[in-house]
């Protein structure tokens, strides 16, 4: 499972942000089920930031959220993403792929 979290900052607060952004990602990878992570800046507009990180399942990446270090050092920022689905599934040549439908019966 992938989750791409994106943030928009000011030029101001770029270093800042970016070490605030390291330090959610060394929280998260340090939960079970944490596969890799990365940190990305726009090429093309500095002020848009991504951290990219992969997930053995969503599971996984729900459990990390409710931990207390993942709650003290990386939710806050995450609180700052924009505002958009950020959990994705890995695309797998003939895998079949999640259908859009009602998840819930109420």
């Known amino acids: 499972m992938l989750v791409v979290n994106r943030f928009r900052v000011q ?17 998260l990878a340090g939960c079970r089920g944490y596969v890799d992570g990365t940190v990305g800046r726009n090429l093309d507009d500095p002020s848009l930031w991504a951290l990219v990180t992969t997930w053995e399942h969503v599971g996984a990446y729900r459990r990390a959220l409710s931990t207390y270090d993942v709650k003290l050092h990386a939710v806050p920022l995450l609180s700052r993403a924009i505002d958009e689905p950020s959990a994705y599934e890995p695309v797998v040549p003939g895998a079949d792929l999640n259908t859009h439908e009602t998840r819930s019966l109420g």
Do not use: H, K, N, V
Not at 11 to 27: N, S, Y
């Open 11 to 27: 030029d101001d607060d770029a270093d800042a942000f970016r070490e605030a952004l390291e330090t959610a990602r060394a929280t």
